[in-house]
């Protein structure tokens, strides 16, 4: 439990913080349009959210990054946006006047909508006399329209202090139409093997969330990833606090009211600091939408979801932590059928949706290991780790039922831990002669480490349908959509700890044959 003085001081700092980011902004002040004390764009550009008719184009002014609101203070800033059929911008689509915010951090988020479809642009800001960066991006191609070859990546936990974040080198080089990121985008804590340090102590409110998200943004690897493409996000926990679940901290004792407004606080910073559209925007009840879904004609539909605002509590929580433990499968909360991973209102949406019929591949994309991992407790016991989906088997069914029930070629994203993972989606997990229904592939981190490849592989005989597991190189994955087939390859890099590290190879490859579920082996 927090002592009382630190946690009166913990709720006078959020109250504070909240004010700040839950009244609307009513500036008067002329913007600001002269030289500033350094790059505005120093944290680079970024697009997402890639739609048949635009995307959203992002940076945010910082000439001074690693100070409260970037350096600029309370006064806003005129921004210039260009978009370009052409990288020498002779062909310009989009020119467009903006107004950084100081309770926006000076960010940006720019929706462009009425270009045409399947094609690549190019853009720029300008603020105080400097262009920024030329970003890459490019249009969805048109709903339902015939597509023959979809490259996207994916990646997943990248803890600055644990390493430079090289593997997006080679993403970059792999030259993917899309990339996603399964959440741990940034890590609120230091633990582990340090190459370099946060600029702060862990954040519990809205400026140290902004500091330690401008740290990340600095990494220039991460910086010409973002550039490069379209991005698509969902969350994990790293975000905001490791293991909480909806409102509830790890930490039994912190009060209820005080952790919602650091989670308040968080999701304003991811908000500030990533290309998503103004649906996401933090609400005055502390909630913000990321989750919905990305066409890409009649080949791939990606169910972007959330699995931690809206979760049940973890059960079997121990005295100290709500935190996740493994704990014996007769968890009484383990069999609680109003037990939920992604919340009503989102599982309704899967339950009408997913599977409709519009692609030939349908792409969960969710933050952990989907399938069931069965462990055991020193006596022989059958147990389960209750923050991931083995925590929430009720929840879990509930989903299988719906990718079973649609027949469709389902192909399930994920992340957290810390190593590639390749897996049969079982109808049932508790029946190891239910029928395989989709393929699930997980991918090694960034950069976050891991020590368990003996305890994993020494699980895995008595997993079947868990094909691969190693957690001993960073990286991230890639795979090819075709209609015949989804390629996938489990690319990790020589290192992390250096700059001058990053070259890739494949740890395994695999293919998934339309109309045939399950992963096999190339």
């Given at each position: 439990?927090?002592?009382?003085?630190?946690?009166?001081?913990?709720?006078?700092a959020?109250?504070?913080?909240?004010?700040?980011?839950?009244?609307?902004?009513?500036?008067?002040?002329?913007?600001?349009?002269?030289?500033?004390?350094?790059?505005?764009?120093?944290?680079?550009?970024?697009?997402?959210d890639?739609?048949?008719?635009?995307?959203?184009?992002?940076?945010r002014?910082?000439?001074?990054?690693?100070?409260?609101?970037?350096?600029?203070?309370?006064?806003?800033?005129?921004?210039?946006?260009?978009?370009?059929?052409?990288?020498?911008?002779?062909?310009?689509?989009?020119?467009?006047r903006?107004?950084?915010?100081?309770?926006?951090?000076?960010?940006?988020?720019?929706?462009?909508?009425g270009?045409?479809?399947?094609?690549?642009?190019?853009?720029?800001?300008?603020?105080?006399g400097?262009?920024?960066?030329?970003?890459?991006?490019?249009?969805?191609?048109?709903?339902?329209?015939?597509?023959?070859?979809l490259?996207?990546?994916?990646?997943?936990?990248?803890?600055?202090?644990?390493?430079?974040?090289?593997?997006y080198?080679?993403?970059?080089?792999?030259?993917?139409?899309?990339?996603?990121?399964?959440?741990?985008?940034?890590?609120?804590?230091?633990?582990?093997?340090?190459?370099?340090?946060?600029?702060?102590?862990?954040?519990?409110?809205?400026?140290?969330?902004?500091?330690?998200?401008?740290?990340?943004?600095?990494?220039?690897?991460?910086?010409?990833a973002?550039?490069?493409?379209?991005?698509?996000?969902?969350?994990?926990?790293?975000?905001?606090?490791?293991?909480?679940?909806?409102?509830?901290?790890?930490?039994?004792g912190?009060?209820?009211?005080?952790?919602?407004?650091?989670?308040?606080?968080?999701?304003?910073?991811?908000?500030?600091?990533?290309?998503?559209?103004?649906?996401?925007?933090?609400?005055?009840?502390?909630?913000?939408?990321?989750?919905?879904?990305?066409?890409?004609?009649?080949?791939?539909?990606?169910?972007?979801?959330?699995?931690?605002?809206?979760?049940?509590?973890?059960?079997?929580?121990?005295?100290?932590?709500?935190?996740?433990?493994?704990?014996?499968?007769?968890?009484?909360?383990?069999?609680?059928?109003?037990?939920?991973?992604?919340?009503?209102?989102q599982?309704?949406?899967?339950?009408?949706?997913?599977g409709?019929?519009?692609?030939q591949?349908?792409?969960?994309v969710?933050?952990?290991?989907?399938?069931?991992?069965?462990?055991?407790?020193?006596?022989?016991?059958?147990?389960?780790?209750?923050?991931?989906?083995?925590?929430?088997?009720?929840?879990?069914r509930?989903?299988?039922?719906?990718?079973?029930?649609?027949?469709?070629?389902?192909?399930?994203?994920?992340?957290?831990?810390?190593?590639?993972?390749?897996?049969?989606?079982?109808?049932?997990?508790?029946?190891?002669?239910?029928?395989?229904?989709?393929?699930?592939f997980?991918?090694?981190?960034?950069?976050?480490?891991?020590?368990?490849?003996?305890?994993?592989?020494?699980?895995?005989?008595?997993?079947?349908?868990?094909?691969?597991?190693?957690?001993?190189q960073?990286?991230?994955?890639?795979?090819?959509?075709?209609?015949?087939?989804?390629?996938?390859?489990?690319?990790?890099?020589?290192?992390?700890?250096?700059?001058?590290?990053?070259?890739?190879?494949?740890?395994?490859?695999?293919?998934?044959?339309a109309?045939?579920?399950?992963?096999?082996?190339?």
């Open positions: 439990m927090l002592p009382i003085s630190r946690r009166l001081a913990l709720k006078s959020f109250a504070a913080a909240a004010a700040g980011f839950l009244q609307p902004w009513r500036g008067t002040a002329m913007a600001q349009t002269g030289p500033m004390p350094g790059d505005p764009f120093s944290l680079g550009v970024a697009s997402g890639p739609t048949p008719d635009g995307f959203v184009l992002w940076t002014l910082a000439p001074l990054p690693l100070e409260p609101l970037g350096g600029l203070g309370e006064q806003p800033v005129a921004v210039t946006l260009e978009v370009a059929e052409d990288e020498n911008f002779r062909r310009i689509v989009r020119s467009q903006l107004m950084s915010r100081p309770d926006r951090a000076h960010a940006i988020h720019a929706e462009i909508y270009l045409p479809a399947g094609r690549e642009f190019f853009y720029r800001f300008a603020a105080g400097v262009d920024s960066p030329t970003g890459r991006t490019r249009t969805a191609p048109e709903f339902g329209a015939p597509l023959d070859r490259r996207a990546a994916w990646v997943s936990c990248q803890h600055f202090e644990q390493g430079f974040f090289t593997p080198r080679d993403i970059v080089a792999q030259s993917p139409d899309l990339l996603i990121h399964c959440g741990d985008y940034i890590y609120e804590s230091s633990w582990g093997p340090q190459v370099r340090r946060h600029p702060a102590p862990e954040p519990i409110d809205l400026t140290g969330y902004r500091l330690h998200h401008a740290a990340y943004k600095l990494d220039r690897d991460l910086q010409a973002h550039a490069a493409m379209p991005w698509l996000f969902i969350w994990d926990d790293h975000e905001v606090d490791n293991d909480y679940a909806g409102d509830l901290s790890e930490q039994r912190e009060p209820l009211e005080t952790f919602r407004l650091r989670r308040m606080a968080a999701y304003q910073a991811y908000f500030e600091h990533l290309p998503l559209r103004g649906r996401s925007v933090l609400t005055a009840a502390g909630q913000m939408r990321t989750w919905g879904s990305s066409v890409w004609g009649d080949l791939a539909e990606f169910w972007l979801t959330d699995g931690r605002q809206y979760r049940s509590p973890d059960p079997c929580p121990s005295d100290e932590d709500r935190g996740g433990h493994l704990e014996p499968q007769t968890c009484p909360g383990m069999l609680d059928e109003n037990q939920t991973y992604f919340g009503g209102e599982e309704e949406w899967l339950r009408r949706n997913f409709r019929g519009l692609t591949w349908n792409v969960l969710q933050a952990t290991l989907f399938s069931r991992l069965n462990q055991t407790l020193p006596d022989g016991t059958p147990a389960a780790y209750t923050d991931g989906w083995d925590g929430f088997p009720v929840a879990r509930r989903m299988t039922d719906i990718i079973g029930s649609r027949r469709t070629d389902t192909i399930i994203l994920g992340g957290d831990m810390h190593a590639h993972w390749a897996s049969e989606v079982k109808a049932d997990y508790f029946d190891p002669d239910s029928a395989v229904i989709g393929s699930e997980v991918t090694t981190s960034v950069t976050s480490h891991s020590y368990v490849y003996n305890v994993f592989n020494a699980m895995l005989p008595n997993n079947p349908h868990i094909l691969h597991m190693d957690d001993r960073r990286g991230y994955g890639l795979v090819d959509f075709h209609r015949d087939r989804t390629e996938v390859a489990q690319r990790v890099v020589d290192g992390v700890a250096r700059r001058d590290q990053g070259n890739a190879i494949d740890q395994a490859r695999w293919v998934v044959e109309g045939r579920p399950g992963p096999q082996r190339i």
